[in-house]
């Protein structure tokens, strides 16, 4: 029998999908731009949708789901991420499932499924990792490649493709409930830990998918979905290069559209971002999914459309292929359009060709596909690897914030009041994309599915020899204070009182932090500012710890706490590393990727401010923060030594190097983290006063050093000028090596020189460092 020219692996990709879409009707091409929700059978016994989204308004009334498959499908939603189903069970469910699909269609052809993998992938019994503002704290591009590499191996193991990651939002008003799921306010951190994240997501065979774009973080108010009222410089400085970078640099093949608008047009009808900049400026390829019910939001809350056909025109036209979770308006209602001539079948032809195109590469089109995964044997998706590396990147995003009178590390056989609504839940670790907090909660007769330590059980043991004892205190949220007393009681008692403190995660108001819960100020949830302020009182020295998904305002007790230790959702491991940075066992490493506040109102505030966004004699407040971005102590000193950084002046297109020795100067092994920062003194159009251009974490034993040399490129100082170019100024230059975005200890001072340089795709992103060491 003759192999039909699509099927021909020794084909071009392209050709074989132009041969296909020759033979498919309207239908079966439309297929292939929806996904439904499906849930795997608990029994393994393939899966069904996902009941409440094929029968509420959101799913096409006519979709049923085995008539449905004739045609094909695109995409399968979350088979593991939908309720808790053994991952033996599941990777039996998707491939009967994908045979199904395969068998019902004239072609053949599975669907690609997708999941969701924020901070691993979510399913039961799978790791849960840090969230991305933990990985944004590590400042450690290289542990978050590793640590997309093991997820990915974890999705591929399962049959699944797609991975709904990574967030590159950067954080514009650290009040919005989704600042957990970011990676922070600076979009050289962004740009360079996401798209180390999409190298190793990638590098197992899954599809990296970059969200949210563009702008979703800038929502006026911090409101979730709200309009962004972003400029255009804001825009293409800050919001957008953590995006390209992550396609040029990291080989995403995906990307998902953002809910928000901006300027009126929303970013799901939006050409001139979803192709004009996206394909035509920066030559991606790959596919353009919608956010879950974006099209329809079209419809229903940006009101742009007025029918589904409408909405579905506006998406397709604007560069969505892919329209998820489930099938409403790429169905019958975009069928009948193109039947009636209201939109045009190439538009549909454009985004089934991406589509298939991807499917091709995934191998998906080839005769010899199979749906069971090549790895054999038991499926443990949380298996001791996995865990030792969630570790290692908890223990490397604890931040320590302040230790004035070295009370950290604590004695081994000390008094301990651990106090706090946070030391012993073990959702205090996770954020709201985990699976525990995204799905159980659903489901509160079954376990987690995973070993996640509490902080109160990881210091006990952690201490051994301390005595220990724990009262609550107070709820997360809620007014009551009654439990004062007994937490007033039990930190006089003791000789030193560790206050665990922090958020709830959890979706539309049901936490203090994630998707829908926004805030109106960085006070403290709750009363815990209140029980802090009745245990400092006391006069024992308080340790305060916080688990939290945001920074909150602590200028109220600057001055009265014995040390400060901030993690921000820290994962499954994350009990124990916050033990052992109290315990001394681990030397506190995390840097702030989010400045933390004085006070908990005057937002929105990052430190990428223009001179007139910082302190000054015009105004009565002063936003300087008390921690800025990239502050973190360690139980060790570090010298910096033989900077290297003459006068100097380059052309527009030059480059510069500088250079410094940084030598552990204390007893103790420890990392630190050199950072350089731009100041533009004078330019076209504002400029922030310093922004992050490069940086290197250095581990070094006790008394050894490494000598650090940036590779400045003066592509690195571009922006957008008052035509919208993006351009290289001539004129002066500071370049300041430092520990934070507030403490330059070396300053390079250069002149770039010759004509202004519009600078494109080509351009240079990041900073290149070489580390000698001693």
């Known amino acids: 029998m003759t192999t039909a020219p699509w099927r021909d692996p020794a084909l071009p990709a392209a050709a074989r999908v132009d041969d296909l879409l020759s033979r498919m009707t309207l239908e079966e091409k439309t297929a292939q731009l929806y996904g439904v929700w499906v849930g795997a059978a608990t029994d393994g016994d393939g899966v069904a949708p996902h009941q409440h989204d094929m029968t509420a308004e959101s799913a096409d009334p006519a979709a049923d789901y085995d008539e449905l498959i004739t045609r094909g499908l695109g995409q399968l939603t979350r088979s593991f991420g939908t309720a808790p189903v053994d991952p033996a069970l599941g990777v039996r469910a998707l491939a009967l499932a994908q045979r199904r699909i395969a068998a019902a269609g004239r072609f053949g052809i599975p669907a690609v499924a997708h999941e969701e993998c924020l901070a691993g992938f979510t399913a039961w019994r799978a790791t849960a990792y840090p969230v991305p503002l933990a990985w944004g704290a590590a400042f450690d ?41 970011t990676i922070g306010e600076d979009p050289y951190l962004v740009g360079t830990v996401g798209t180390a994240y999409v190298r190793g997501l990638e590098s ?55 809910y928000t608008e901006r300027d009126g047009v929303p970013a799901s009808a939006d050409p001139e971002l979803l192709t004009r900049l ?48 489930t099938v409403k308006y790429y169905g019958e209602a975009l069928v009948a359009a193109v039947r009636a001539g209201e939109l045009p079948e190439e538009l549909v032809d454009r985004a089934a060709h991406r589509v298939l195109l991807q499917k091709c590469e995934l191998g998906l089109l080839d005769e010899d596909w199979r749906p069971e995964p090549e790895t054999a044997g038991p499926v443990d998706l949380d298996p001791p690897a996995n865990r030792a590396l969630a570790r290692r990147l908890a223990e490397e995003s604890v931040v320590l914030l302040d230790n004035p009178d070295a009370l950290l590390p604590l004695a081994p056989d000390t008094r301990i009041a651990v106090v706090g609504p946070r030391a012993a839940d073990a959702l205090a670790m996770l954020g709201c994309y985990s699976f525990p907090s995204h799905v159980l909660t659903h489901h509160p007769e079954v376990d987690p599915g995973i070993e996640i330590p509490t902080v109160l059980e990881s210091l006990r043991a952690e201490l051994p020899d301390a005595k220990v004892t724990f009262t609550e205190g107070c709820g997360v949220s809620d007014p009551d204070p009654s439990g004062f007393t007994e937490a007033i009681a039990r930190a006089a008692e003791a000789d030193v009182c560790v206050a665990v403190l922090g958020d709830r995660a959890g979706l539309f108001g049901r936490g203090t932090s994630g998707e829908g819960c ?63 940075v109290l315990s001394g066992r681990v030397n506190p490493s995390g840097r702030l990727p989010v400045s933390v506040p004085h006070l908990p109102g005057g937002q929105p505030w990052t430190y990428l401010q223009p001179p007139l966004g910082l302190a000054g004699e015009v105004s009565n407040l002063d936003p300087t923060p008390l921690y800025p971005f990239g502050h973190g102590r360690s139980y060790t000193e570090f010298a910096w030594e033989a900077f290297s950084g003459p006068d100097a002046e380059i052309d527009t297109d030059g480059s510069y190097d500088l250079s ?46 490494a000598r650090v040399t940036f590779r400045f490129h003066a592509d690195l100082s571009a922006f957008t000028d008052r035509a919208g170019r993006r351009v290289v100024e001539p004129g002066d230059l500071q370049l300041r090596l430092g520990t934070s975005s507030g403490d330059a200890r070396e300053v390079a001072r250069l002149r770039l020189t010759g004509p202004v340089r519009e600078v494109g795709a080509e351009r240079r992103l990041h900073c290149e460092v070489e580390v000698l060491r001693a």
């Not at 804001?234 to 957008?240: H, K, M, P, S």
């Not at 919608?290 to 589904?308: E, N």
């Not at 950072?675 to 974490?697: E, N, W």
């Open 660 to 705: 410094v020795t940084v030598r552990n100067s204390g007893g103790r092994a420890g990392a630190e983290v050199v950072q350089l920062y731009l100041h533009d003194p004078v330019a076209s159009v504002t400029r922030p006063d310093v922004r992050l251009i490069g940086y290197r974490r250095l581990e070094l034993t006790a008394g050894e050093s």
């Open 141 to 181: 591009p290289s542990l978050v490649e590793e640590m997309g590499r093991a997820i990915g191996r974890d999705l591929r193991a399962v049959g699944v493709h797609q991975g709904l990651a990574p967030v590159l939002d950067v954080v514009r008003d650290p009040r919005w409930g989704r600042v957990e799921e």
């Open 518 to 580: 926004d805030v109106a100020d960085l006070s403290l949830p709750g009363v815990q500012g209140e029980l802090l302020d009745a245990l400092v009182a006391t006069g024992v020295p308080v340790v305060l710890v916080l688990l939290t998904g945001r920074p909150y305002a602590l200028g109220r007790w600057h001055g009265r706490l014995g040390a400060v230790v901030q993690a921000f959702f820290p994962g499954e491991e994350g009990g124990p590393a916050v033990a052992g």
């Open 204 to 258: 197992a065979g899954v599809v990296a998918t970059l969200k949210h774009f563009a702008g979703y973080a800038s929502s006026v108010g911090a409101r979730n979905l709200a309009p962004v009222r972003a400029g255009t410089r804001e825009f293409a400085d800050v919001t957008l290069p953590p995006f390209e970078m992550a396609l040029r640099e990291g080989g995403a093949r995906s990307v998902m559209a953002a």
């Open 278 to 325: 996206l394909r035509d400026e920066w030559g991606f390829t790959g596919t353009v999914v919608a956010d879950y019910f974006g099209i329809a939001f079209l419809q229903t809350l940006h009101r742009v459309a007025g029918t589904p056909a409408e909405a579905a025109h506006l998406a397709l036209a604007a560069g969505i292929d892919v329209e998820l979770p």
